[in-house]
């Protein structure tokens, strides 16, 4: 008998199958709109956008205009790419403008969706936000995308790193701009860096349409973004604590693999007190319970991390003299970014490698609260439902599931079970065997650098011809990938199949064209394409007939999502295809999480060596697994956000206040409010309320006065006055401060003055805001103890976090009022005297100048590069060197005085 919950599921279909049945008389208008927007001329097309813009100036509805909207920007992209859009296309980019996550899967063209919703919102005249991975998609997108926008009377841009301010403005001005999510926090934590409005980038955060958004919103959510600048350079004290790190012994730390959390045990720290007194690195009779340890004790828990969790070629590789982090979701290198707190500096003395100095923290954001400033938000993945909770909590983003536009006819096999891991690659070796003979395309996924090379070895090993695409070889993955659906192709990639380029049976065309031409230049290029195009055709049947792209994945990942994104490579557009996990018992989802009944169930099956155990029961129970540590994953990131808010708030009213400022002409009534307000705390501190004059600190006012204020003024005198109170003597000291400072109003010239106010101010607001990123970080540190007193963290840190925000405030009001009390004009000596200055230093400069700078200011011959292929205009070709360390141009200058100073 049927349960209830199915019955209605067969009656009244899934709450996602009535999203989709709702919206499809809307996708039935723009079917409709279509002959008359193919009778338009191109010239005609674009006026429609114009009558669109003033339509919806004129207060009429996004969701009225959208039907013609949608018919018109089909009819441009059918011209200029010569694509028309699916019904599927046109429903997942209806549900993108409702501020929903279209789950689409591979092949299915999201890349053309995201042009409906952003040009419909675009009209708004308010700019919209399209978010990828990486540059490579941002540009290739943005280019390829360009071409409908045009034909729409719309302009595109495109943000990547280490692009000019200008340019940066203009792509930030376009109708639809195009930048990875990592360029996008970093510009709008540098404008809320920015001291002028007219330098400002993002003038709005309207409505972001965000590709991968499981991969952006969630995987990438954990790490906050952090502009940071150099600190005190510890790197001795790294190399010596490393030295002992490598001597400790398994009972000298605790290590939980489930939470990645590894700390030191009794025994331990008196291990490492020993060791620490012994090389002279903890000071005789002091502890490392004592708090002058806290910096050392730091120090060591980070190298055991370096040591304990962090493994070469799986969390990062050695490139260069540098340690390049590796993401655990997309197996891609992510160059520039660095671990904090010293961990990375950890990692770089465990490797040998330069030790780069610490950075303090200027400015940071956490993906979720950047992309929560958006008015809308929109995301397109093949793999979102698993999340769907998540993103409903978090984001308020809702989840559909856009149906395809073919079925699928791929054969997904249930997971095949060894008892180690040599049964588990022996028998992936041979099914790869297998595939190859009759030539099916194999992808092979695995979970890390070492095992895919691991497995390269042994196809190696049995004559098998194959591609290897990881992080070592990021460089060429578009050519390995558009090669990965050919006749027999067995490629091995790093949980990255296919990121924005799709495998294609038979291999892709426009690949083969090109070789085609670039072999023959002279040839007819009309004629050479017919010919590869032709020759492409029998080969993806013979694909086809042999199975289509078989997807071999080596291990499961902790989240679902990522098994999704591996299977769903195969079977694109109602391809055929196929699917298989192969596991083992000694892999770490099934070590960690629990694979001890497992193990009972096989071994009492007598199962032999090389057997496998494939049921359906087993997929379940490891789904079940796979969700509790989604489930335990979002609690951690839940948290984390839940600490992050308390910032957050802060830092809205912070970046709030910046851009009132900017905004503003005249500042000097909230000047003259904080000046007012300094006093008052002046007087309450040294003519204390309901207090006698001869108790009153007089003396101590006067001195405050000259250092805060600015003013010589006879506060001594004032109090011995007869009948004279404290509210007197607070107007005086307003009205001396006002006249001061009109004063300098004639001096400086009320313009400059104005100037003068606000530059202070926000220098002023920066440098506390620094500071009280830095203190928030430290309480956050030591704020967790708090639960061991029965005290919620969490409630203590908002308690502390707002009084220290109110502590900054008011330091901030007496900085700005001291410094604008002390400001004064450059007499023409000081002038003389600064310039002499210069003019030493220059000098100085000069004779401190290397051979090979003095020979390239005389004109001689340019300095030699010590990086090979160095190219000034190309940072990308600089390696990354520190700061102190010699600029890669050959210069001999430190890299911070040369190439260092100008990026």
């Known amino acids: 008998m049927l349960g209830f919950g199915k019955l209605t599921k067969m009656v009244l279909g899934t709450p996602n199958d009535r999203k989709i049945k709702a919206t499809r008389p809307i996708v039935a208008q723009i079917n409709d709109l279509e002959p008359e927007f193919e009778k338009l001329s191109d010239a005609q097309i674009i006026e429609k956008t114009a009558e669109f813009k003033t339509r919806v100036a004129d207060g009429e509805a996004l969701d009225k205009i959208l039907p013609e909207a949608f018919a018109n920007c089909r009819e441009a992209a059918k011209r200029a ?9 046109l429903l997942g980019g209806i549900f993108l403008h409702q501020g929903n996550i279209s789950e689409m899967k591979t092949g299915e063209g999201k890349t053309l969706v995201a042009t409906f919703p952003a040009y419909l919102n675009a009209l708004t005249g308010k700019g919209v936000h399209i978010v990828t991975v990486n540059d490579y998609l941002a540009k290739r997108d943005a280019e390829w995308m360009s071409k409908v926008y045009t034909a729409l009377g719309m302009t595109t841009g495109v943000v990547f790193p280490q692009q000019a301010e200008n340019q940066k403005r203009m792509a930030y001005d376009s109708d639809i701009t195009y930048a990875t999510n990592n360029e996008l926090g970093f510009d709008y934590l540098r404008d809320n860096m920015k001291s002028e409005l007219k330098d400002i980038s993002q003038k709005f955060h309207h409505f972001a349409i965000v590709d991968e958004v499981d991969s952006i919103l969630i995987d990438e959510a954990r790490t906050p973004l952090i502009i940071s600048g150099p600190a005190e350079d510890r790197s001795e004290l790294y190399i010596s604590i490393d030295k002992v790190i490598p001597e400790i012994e398994d009972t000298h730390f605790d290590l939980d693999e489930k939470t990645r959390a590894v700390n030191f045990t009794d025994e331990g720290n008196d291990w490492l007190e020993e060791q620490l007194l012994a090389r002279g690195l903890l000071p005789e009779g002091q502890s490392l319970y004592d708090p002058e340890s806290t910096t050392l004790v730091h120090h060591v828990n980070q190298g055991l991390r370096a040591h304990k969790l962090f493994t070469k070629d799986k969390d990062y590789i050695v490139r260069n003299d540098e340690i390049v982090l590796i993401d655990e979701f997309t197996g891609r290198m992510m160059a520039g970014r660095r671990l904090s707190d010293g961990l990375h500096q950890a990692i770089e003395a465990k490797e040998n490698c330069s030790i780069k100095p610490e950075n303090v923290t200027l400015a940071q954001v956490t993906f979720q609260n950047y992309f929560r400033l958006y008015d809308k938000l929109g995301g397109m993945t093949g793999t979102a439902l698993t999340e769907a909770d998540e993103f409903a909590e978090i984001y308020g983003l809702g989840v559909v599931e856009v149906p395809t536009n073919r079925p699928i006819a ?6 095949a079970v060894y008892r180690t891991a040599n049964e588990k690659y022996q028998a992936i070796v041979d099914t790869i065997k297998e595939a190859s003979a009759k030539g099916q395309p194999t992808l092979v996924g695995t979970t890390s650098i070492d095992k895919s090379e691991f497995l390269s070895q042994m196809l190696t090993d049995a004559d098998i011809e194959h591609n290897v695409l990881n992080a070592r070889q990021h460089e060429k ?15 091995i990639a790093t949980n990255m199949a296919g990121r924005g380029t799709d495998i294609k049976l038979g291999g892709n065309v426009e690949f083969k064209v090109m070789e ?13 394409r017919e010919k590869a195009e032709a020759a492409h055709k029998a080969d993806e049947d013979a694909v086809k007939a042999a199975g289509g792209l078989f997807v071999l994945a080596t291990e499961r990942h902790e989240s679902r999502r990522i098994d999704n994104q591996l299977r769903g490579r195969s079977g694109r557009q109602g391809d055929p295809g196929r699917s298989a996990f192969f596991l083992s018992l000694e892999d770490d989802l099934m ?24 049921h359906p029961w087993v997929n379940k129970s490891l789904e079940r697994a796979q969700a509790k540590v989604e489930g335990r994953n979002f609690d951690i990131r839940k948290q984390l956000l839940k600490f992050d808010d308390v910032m957050n708030d802060q830092r809205k009213v912070i970046f709030g206040q910046r851009r009132e400022i900017m905004e503003a002409d005249d500042l000097s009534e909230i000047i003259k409010d904080m000046r007012h ?6 007087i309450d501190q040294y003519m204390p309320p309901k207090t006698y004059a001869d108790q009153w600190d007089t003396e101590g006012l006067y001195a405050a006065c000259i250092e805060q204020l600015g003013i010589d003024v006879k506060v001594i005198d004032w109090a ?14 307003e009205k001396a401060a006002d006249e001061h400072m009109a004063q300098k109003a004639t001096t400086f010239g009320p313009e400059s003055l104005r100037n003068i106010e ?24 030591v704020v967790g103890f708090r639960g061991y007193a029965q005290r919620d963290p969490l409630n203590e840190y908002k308690t502390e976090a707002f009084q220290l925000f109110e502590n900054m405030l008011d330091t901030l009001r007496v900085d700005v009022t001291r410094n604008l009390g002390q400001i004064r004009p450059i007499t023409e000596e000081e002038q003389r005297a600064m310039l002499a200055q210069m003019q030493a230093q220059q000098a100085q400069a000069q004779q401190a100048m290397a051979p090979a700078d003095q020979a390239a200011a005389a004109g001689g011959a340019a300095p030699e590069p010590l990086i090979a292929g160095f190219d000034e205009d190309d940072r990308a070709t600089w390696g990354n060197p520190g700061r102190n360390d010699a600029c890669p141009c050959g210069s001999g200058k430190k890299f911070k005085h040369c190439h260092g100073s100008l990026s």
């Open 81 to 89: 790419l010569g694509l028309r859009a699916f019904d599927t296309q």
């Open 410 to 415: 791929r054969q997904d096999d249930d997971d």
């Open 477 to 491: 993955e578009a050519q390995i990938v558009a090669d990965a659906g050919k006749l027999g192709a067995v490629t």
């Open 516 to 528: 085609a031409i670039a072999a023959d230049p002279e040839g007819d290029h009309a004629a050479i």
């Open 591 to 614: 070590r960690i999480f629990g694979s001890d009944r497992l193990d009972k169930v096989l071994s009492s099956l007598g199962m032999k060596e090389g057997e496998a155990i494939i």
């Open 677 to 682: 307000e300094v006093i008052g705390d002046l």
């Open 720 to 733: 011995k006055e007869e009948g004279v109170d404290d509210e007197d003597i607070q107007d005086r000291l």
């Open 758 to 781: 606000k530059q202070i101010l926000l220098q002023i607001i920066d440098t506390k805001w620094r500071e009280h990123l830095l203190t928030l970080e430290h309480l956050r540190s």
